[in-house]
Structures are given as structure tokens and as C-alpha cells.
């Protein structure tokens, strides 16, 4: 309630989230789902930063799409939707190869304090890649068929104990053959 309270009260909301699964978190869309178009000022301005692991912008098109139209919905100014694929791969980087995705957001930050808008350079900038090269796919493929293209999740399994379990099926009716 208090989330609802503090949107209905600013002028300006930017929502950030990841890209779970090719789509919104589940408790992100319930929150769109409580907004109500009369909770609040018809001139709010509304807009979004998604994030994702993928390396590729492409995934969050659709969700993009949606963000738009969703804040039509609502009656909102759309101030857009800033893509940044790759981001999941920050964890295992050194920090020196992250300074330029972080000076990236700190200068969309400082323009959208001046303008009250998204910096469309920083936007594109942000976007790339927006999907692999052939050299890139080529290279995941080539990586892939030698099994170190999950070498990160499968350490995040053996971290929790879950390695072992990574191809069970629980929500799979086990009478059922196919």
C-alpha cells in the first residue's frame, strides 16, 4: 500500500527491474496490476529501465512494447524504456570493466535530473548490442558445444547445493509417460 501511496503522490516514476525469464517479475506485474488510472495526476511521467543477463537488448523488445502501451493505460506520459542486456555477467567481471556501463547510468541519471527526460544517445548506447553477431552466436555455439557456456550457473548450483538437481522436473505429473 505504502508503493501505491508514493506513486500516486510523485510527479515522476522511473520503475527498474530485470528481465526474468523473457518477461516482467511476477510481483512487478502484480504491482501494475493494483495501479488504478484514477490514483493519480493525468500529467505523471512514467518511465522504465529494464535490465537483463541476456547479452542481447532484443529480449526486452516485447516487454518494451508492452511498457508503452501499459502506461497509455494508465493515462501517463511515457518517458520510454532504457535496455541494458548483460547485465547478469557484471558479477564475474573485474570492476574495472564495469566503469563504463556505470558512468553510462550515472550520466542518464544526471540528464534525466536536468530535462526530466531519457538522454536518447545513452538510450542507444545502453542498447547495444541489441543482438549478436554472427561471430558472437558462432563463438557461444563453439563455447557451448564444449560445456563452458554455463560454467557460471552451474558454480551458482554447486554454491547451494542444487547441482545435482538441475534437470529434476518437480511440477511434472510422474504417472504420465511421453
Known sequence: MEHLKAFSRADEVIFIFPLYTDS?????????EMLDKQTHKPEKK??????SGFPEAKHSVYLERYLGRFTAR??????????????????????SWNRPLFKSFE?????FARKGEFDQNIVERLGKPH??????RSMFLFFGFFGLTNFYWNKKLKEHGAFSRRFDKPYTDRKKTF
Open 107 to 111: 550520466e542518464l541519471g544526471k540528464h
Open 131 to 136: 543482438h549478436l553477431s554472427f561471430f558472437s
Open 24 to 32: 516482467m517479475p511476477g510481483i512487478v506485474k502484480h504491482f501494475f
Open 46 to 51: 512514467v518511465g522504465f529501465i529494464v535490465q
Open 74 to 95: 494508465m493515462g501517463c506520459h511515457y518517458l520510454g524504456t532504457v535496455i541494458k542486456g548483460g547485465v547478469e555477467g557484471m558479477q564475474i567481471k573485474p570492476s
